[in-house]
Nanobody
C-alpha cells in the first residue's frame, strides 16, 4: 500500500504558474504509475495527466496538453505537476493517484485505473 500527500496548491493569477508535488510513502513509489486528476465544484473528477512507472511515457488531457508537465523523481518518492499559463477554468481540487498497473494502459487516463489517492490540494486561479 502507498500513502499520497499533495502540496503546492494555492491562489495564483491567470497566466501564472504553480508546481504541485505528490509525496509517496509506504511501498516503493517506483512500483506505481502515477496520475493527476482534478475536481471543480459541482463537477466530476477528471483526468489531467499520467506518467508511467519509469517516467518514459506520459499523457495529458486536451486542456492540459502544452501547458502542464508531469514528472516523477523515484529516488525521492515524489511526483510533480508543473502548471503554466493557468486559466480560471483550472481552478479545482487537484489529486494525485497511484496505480499498480506496471504496463501502460488506457485505463491510466481514467479514475478506474488507480488504486490509491491523496486528499488533494486546492488550486484557485483568479483574473
Amino acid at each position: 500500500q502507498v500513502q499520497l500527500v499533495e502540496s503546492g496548491g494555492g491562489l495564483v493569477q491567470a497566466g501564472g504558474s504553480l508546481r504541485l508535488s505528490c509525496a509517496a510513502s509506504g511501498r516503493t513509489f517506483s512500483s506505481y504509475a502515477m496520475g493527476w486528476f482534478r475536481q471543480a465544484p459541482g463537477k466530476e473528477r477528471e483526468f489531467v495527466a499520467a506518467i508511467s512507472v519509469s517516467g518514459g511515457t506520459t499523457d495529458y488531457s486536451g486542456s492540459a496538453k502544452g501547458r502542464f508537465s508531469i514528472s516523477r523523481y523515484n529516488a525521492k518518492n515524489t511526483g510533480y505537476l508543473q502548471m503554466n499559463s493557468l486559466k480560471r477554468e483550472d481552478t479545482a481540487l487537484y489529486y494525485c493517484a497511484a496505480s499498480i498497473k506496471r504496463l501502460w494502459s488506457p485505463l491510466l487516463l481514467s479514475t478506474a485505473g488507480y488504486n490509491y489517492w491523496g486528499k488533494g490540494t486546492l488550486v484557485t486561479v483568479y483574473s
